[in-house]
């Protein structure tokens, strides 16, 4: 819609490269602060600042008040006009204009009627410097018309068919809100069988015999007269088979043939739309609401499609089971045929709906306010689109601009005007406005052509204090016409400030960046132009950080003991700091066992409780600094408990002075058990409403007998009492008689009342019943009222059953709601209830966070920032943003892989937002969302961000190979995570000597490129250890290190032992040649030989030792007799089966040792199965410990033991 006014339009030639070079050379209008002093001094044409909506509808039984208020210097008056003529506000005893204002009430409430005031009003604010003007106001009173009388017919319906009960609701204005609900007012269940289709009839897809009721009630809500008006209720009788059948049967003979067709299953057919094909216009921004509802048995499921495309991602919503596509927030990219399906198992059944979106005007660039100095440039541009794309025409001071009078500063081309050399009588307001048939934008704009002499705004002397090696931020906000040149100095007659330790800002701030001790002093602003001069100075002080010199401890405490935190701190003098200490970031206890001294937290009589973490934090007006510390408890030692006894239960309780709302208990107390009774525990039980069930009722000291209980109405009480001492609660007593109340008017309300919405379209009113006592009396129901907040909208009620929730449909999303529920029964109602404040159902956010910036601090570490959504598109309450992240590649080796998304998430408002845990020298991508209670909105466009190098990880390995006299030979494998581009290899290596002492260190840099190395000219038989790492540009990574030993000579060459991580190669010696060694087997040698004297002297003396018996006794059958031709075991042969000696082997029968035999050494005998050495290096045979068989005597009398037998029989 255009506003009324008839234009002209006005032909300009002008070339359009001339325009454009016209436009470059242009000087920047001035911007005028916001300071209300200055505004009150400065000329400037009217603003409208408020108007009523253009499409205003108004409450027929109450005054209209239509609003127009605007600012200007001097202060504007107002005119208004009515449908395209002037309204003599003046001759029209109902309508008034408040003072200073443009705002009209017209008095209906006094005799006025709302219909003689309908039309399009339109007001002018006017000064000398200009004229304003709103919008056109079309006033409409809102309608709520009855719903015609009609005679409904029952419907009677067969079990399986489809069916449509019409609403049909009466036209009003605006249109108004549908539901069904019974004669209950309990909202009718909707499933994919049954659902409420967009024009308000119920859809039954299948009707079944549980849909037979007589009141399926349509209801219309009008919300600007708060009306609900009721239709009559439909009967619906569904007809099942077998009832049918057996209807039939009871009128026919035995002889006829009855029997109806039992349900029949049928494939989908589309009850709305209708046809196969359908059209819908929809303007861009509004909200796309497509419909399919389909009969059918079974219940056929819906699915939509874009034919020729997707669905719009995140805009896209499915209602009502499916059956209502909804995209909101439409374009013009969102044209186009959609198709419903409709299918079950039977086929399937489809509509195309031709979707075309039209655009009423939208703002691409609006027209601004200039603000000019004498003889300077300046335009107003007013671009607009739409579809059909709009036409635009421009107005001077409400006039259009063809009649308006000639300026020879202006000049019109299309949607621009050029203003050149202006003067002050060029000052006026230009209106812009765009049209098209689906609607019309109108934009105010003024010209305002100042001369003004500069002026500070800052006030003077104002102090500043920062903290040391913080920025200092100096304000000079000014003004002038022309735009004044600020310059600042130090000192009063100081020099002009310049050079890279100051930033100088375009508002007149100046920024010291670091603010050091030695910046303290007095700053001076010059603010200059062709009019005048002014200077301005402010204090700046530099104060010295707040430190914590001593913070608290980790300490461990016993129970019961004392412990002390300290917290000394450091200051500037002149700052006055506060010291508070919380526990786990929370305030302390409120306990006298905590002593919160000038420097120090002291806890006494420490308990368990007192576990946790304590945090000192220091404040001062500038800074603030915090230390923790943890407090762990731990047992005190065990000390001897004496036992006492419970008391026994109370007995003898006794009712007196019984009242309506009173009575006296006494009792008599039970035995304390030598612990004196500490307090009486009375609890009551509820026989009428909770039989069995004891509520607690009060308690009273130990010393007390008698008690005054307090009484509610319509309960049978009784009583018993629980005695308690230091060691616990004795049995309840015996019960007291019932005394029963007489019933009354509720006394309390349910508590705990809440209004939150469980869909984007209703309020769930939720509370906690009363308890069968809290009724007072019998019938308790509930009054549940509510009414939107800020509307000045009349309360609606429903009084229900005894439940705890009801549910409100219809309602926007996320909007307030004040909302109340009083208790009553039959007796009457309980006192006014408090109001609380509730919430329609959440909807998901509609836009995505804007501006997201990234600033990589490290390579580690980033911030990102985002600008916040408008909280009125987040629709539900805030929770916070949730910043998506992930790696893309990593830029030294340019290979992708995917990773998964890590999410951050910052609750509430913040815009801000550290991402650690990054990789070095990778390309990351992030993106942010807004959250709300619903769930999360749509993504911002990925940011892509890198973070520079960092250093390497260690080399993946090390390898030392082909160790000869003087040389190494080194591989290595490149840093798994080389965090960047390698420069180079540090290789540093040094000898070690037999005392483990370290040589000279070597150092060698080593291409990035090389895997190996051959270091030559090393010592031989030496001992070398290796450091090696990698470097990047940013420095040296963490390094790895090995050892290895050149051989000794050519023949015998010493491998390196290498392992994983840090490897240490074996030292190897010839220890045969050694002093020691030679020593030692000298002695074992001679031990050996007196060893066997000793046995053989034994054994010519006759008899039978130890072993020998155990020998006879325990003879071995499986051992095989001996080759005579070599003296070995047969099957047993050391040649065939490789296996050590048998223990207790047997000699050759001629008593003689074999040579092979007897130069085997004792280590050759200790690596069988038993035989071992001691710690003092003496040998341990078979019998040191296990009891085996032993093998069978050969000849006993006349045999010589082999050395090992002799050992055996030794021990």
Not at 654 to 666: A, M, P, Y
Not at 1075 to 1102: E, H, P, S, T
Request: proline share 8%; aromatic share 8%.
């Amino acid at each position: 819609m255009q506003p009324k006014i008839m234009m002209k339009k006005k032909s300009i030639s002008a070339s359009k490269a001339s325009l454009v070079l016209f436009l470059c050379q242009m000087i920047s209008a001035l911007d005028v602060p916001l300071d209300s002093k200055l505004l009150e001094e400065l000329s400037q044409p009217p603003t409208i600042t408020q108007q009523s909506p253009k499409d205003y509808i108004v409450d027929p039984r109450e005054n209209i008040v239509i609003q127009c208020e605007a600012k200007g210097k001097p202060p504007p008056s107002f005119s208004w006009t009515r449908n395209g003529t002037h309204f003599d506000i003046d001759k029209d005893t109902q309508v008034t204009m408040k003072p200073n204002s443009g705002t009209l009430v017209i008095n209906i409430m006094n005799g006025g009627k709302a219909e003689a005031y309908e039309g399009v009003y339109q007001c002018t604010a006017r000064n000398e410097r200009g004229a304003a003007i709103s919008n056109n106001i079309v006033i409409r009173p809102s309608r709520s018309p009855l719903w015609t009388k009609e005679k409904l017919e029952p419907n009677q319906v067969r079990e399986g068919d489809s069916l449509v009960l019409h609403c049909r609701p009466p036209v009003g204005l605006p249109p108004p809100i549908i539901f069904w609900m019974d004669n209950a007012f309990q909202r009718l269940p909707q499933s994919e069988r049954v659902s409420q289709g967009l024009n308000g009839d119920l859809y039954f897809s299948n009707v079944q015999p549980e849909d037979t009721r007589e009141d399926y009630i349509c209801y219309a809500r009008f919300n600007h007269t708060q009306t609900i008006q009721q239709k009559q209720p439909i009967s619906v009788k569904v007809f099942s088979m077998d009832s049918l059948n057996d209807t039939i049967a009871a009128n026919l003979s035995e002889t006829d043939i009855y029997g109806a067709k039992p349900v029949m299953e049928r494939q989908p057919v589309l009850l709305t739309p209708t046809g196969s094909t359908s059209t819908k216009v929809e303007l861009r921004g509004n909200v796309l609401l497509l419909e399919c509802i389909a009969a059918g048995l079974p219940t056929p499921v819906i699915r939509w499609i874009k034919e020729g495309g997707e669905l719009p991602a995140n805009r896209t919503f499915f209602e009502n089971f499916k059956k209502t596509l909804k995209i909101i927030d439409v374009s013009e990219a969102d044209s186009g045929n959609y198709k419903c399906i409709a299918r079950n198992i039977l086929g399937s059944a489809h509509h195309v709906i031709s979707v075309t979106v039209k655009a009423a005007p939208y703002w691409i660039t609006a027209p601004r306010n200039l603000v000019l100095s004498p003889g300077e440039d300046g335009t107003l541009i007013c671009r607009a689109n739409g579809n059909p794309k709009p036409n635009i025409s421009w107005l001077a001071n409400g006039v259009p601009i063809a009649i308006a009078p000639e300026d020879p500063s202006r000049k019109v081309d299309g949607d621009t005007i050029i203003f050149s050399h202006v003067q002050e009588r060029s000052s006026a307001v230009y209106q812009c406005n765009a049209s098209n048939e689906y609607g019309y934008l109108l934009a105010n704009a003024f010209v305002n052509v100042l001369a003004e002499p500069p002026r500070i705004l800052t006030p003077p002397n104002k102090l500043y204090q920062v903290i040391a090696d913080s920025p200092a931020l100096l304000d000079c906000a000014y003004f002038g016409s022309p735009k004044p040149e600020i310059e600042w100095f130090k000192g009063v007659k100081g020099s002009i400030l310049r050079g890279n330790e100051y930033i100088f800002h375009d508002n007149g701030t100046l920024e010291i960046p670091v603010a050091q001790k030695d910046s303290t002093g007095t700053y001076t602003c010059v603010a200059r132009n062709e009019l005048g001069k002014i200077q301005n100075e402010v204090q700046l002080e530099v104060k010295d950080p707040t430190m914590i010199i001593k913070q608290p401890e980790y300490k461990v405490i016993q129970r019961y003991g004392q412990v002390s935190f300290e917290c000394i701190i450091k200051h500037d003098s002149t700052l006055l700091p506060t010291v508070i200490w919380l526990k786990d970031n929370d305030e302390l206890p409120d306990d006298e066992r905590f002593l919160v001294g000038k420097d120090n937290l002291t806890i006494m009589n420490v308990t368990d409780k007192d576990d946790g973490t304590y945090t000192c934090i220091v404040n001062t007006t500038l800074d603030s600094v915090s230390a923790s510390a943890v407090l762990t408890v731990v047992a005190a030692p065990p000390t001897p408990a004496i036992i006492y006894a419970r008391p026994n239960p109370p007995f003898d309780l006794e009712l007196t002075g019984q009242l309506e709302r009173s009575v006296e208990l006494s009792w008599i107390p039970g035995d304390e058990n030598n612990s004196p009774i500490t307090n009486f525990v009375i609890e009551y039980e509820d026989g009428l409403h909770e039989p069995g069930v004891w509520h607690y009722q009060t308690e009273v000291p130990g010393t007390q007998t008698t008690v005054q209980l307090k009484l509610s109405p319509y309960v049978s009480y009784s009583f018993r009492v629980i005695a308690v001492n230091e060691i616990g609660r004795s049995q309840p007593s015996e019960p007291s008689e019932q005394y029963l109340t007489k019933s009354a008017n509720p006394d309390e309300n349910p508590s705990n009342v809440q209004g939150i919405g469980s869909e984007p379209d209703n309020l769930v009113i939720t509370w906690e019943s009363l308890k069968g006592f809290q009724s007072n009396g019998p019938g308790l129901q509930y009054k549940v009222s509510w009414r939107q907040k800020d509307v000045d909208d009349e309360w609606t009620s429903v009084i229900v059953a005894n439940v705890s929730k009801y549910i409100v449909s219809g309602t926007p999303t996320f909007v307030p709601y004040e909302i109340k529920v009083q208790a009553l029964n039959d007796l009457g109602y309980a006192p006014e209830p408090s109001e609380v404040i509730g919430h329609s159902g959440e909807d998901l956010p509609m836009v995505a966070p804007g501006n997201v910036q990234v600033h990589v601090i490290n390579s580690t570490l980033a911030k990102v920032h985002w600008d916040p959504v408008p909280l009125k598109t987040v629709r539900g309450h805030l929770q916070g943003y949730k910043v998506y992240y992930w790696k893309v590649q990593s830029l030294s080796r340019r290979s992708r892989r995917h990773v998964e998304k890590k999410i951050l998430t910052f609750r509430g408002n913040k815009t801000f937002g550290m991402l650690p845990g990054l990789e070095p020298y990778s390309s990351y991508k992030l993106n942010v969302r807004v959250v709300n209670g619903k769930g999360e909105g749509p993504a911002s466009p990925d940011k892509v961000f890198k973070t520079p190098e960092g250093v390497p990880s260690s080399p993946s390995f090390l390898k030392i190979t082909n160790p000869t006299l003087d040389s190494l030979t080194l591989e290595w494998g490149s840093p798994t995570r080389p965090n960047g581009v390698l420069t180079s290899y540090i290789l540093k290596f040094q000898p070690i000597n037999n005392t483990h002492e370290l040589g000279p260190l070597v150092e060698i840099r080593i291409p990035a490129n090389e895997s190996s190395l051959i270091l030559k000219n090393l010592n031989y038989s030496t001992r070398y250890k290796f450091y090696f790492n990698a470097q990047t540009s940013v420095g040296s990574g963490s390094q790895i290190t090995e050892e290895a030993v050149t051989v000794m000579d050519e023949a015998g060459i010493l491998r390196p032992a290498v392992g994983a991580g840090k490897a240490m190669a074996s030292r190897q010696v010839d220890i045969a040649t050694q002093g020691w060694f030679i020593g030692l087997m000298c002695a074992v040698a001679l031990l050996i030989l007196i060893l066997l004297i000793v046995c053989f002297i034994r054994r010519n003396k006759g008899g039978k030792y130890p072993v020998k018996e155990k020998e006879d006794a325990h003879a071995d059958p499986e051992i095989q007799p001996m080759k005579e031709d070599d003296g070995t075991f047969g099957e047993y042969s050391d040649a065939e089966d490789h296996k050590p000696l048998k223990k207790g082997s047997r000699t050759p029968s001629d008593r003689t040792v074999k040579k092979e035999d007897s130069d085997d050494s004792l280590v050759d005998y200790g690596e069988g199965v038993n035989g071992q050495f001691n710690e003092d290096g003496s040998f341990i045979g078979q019998y040191s410990g296990k009891k085996e068989k032993e093998p069978a005597e050969g000849n006993e009398s006349s045999e010589a033991p082999s050395p090992v037998n002799a050992m055996n029989s030794f021990v």
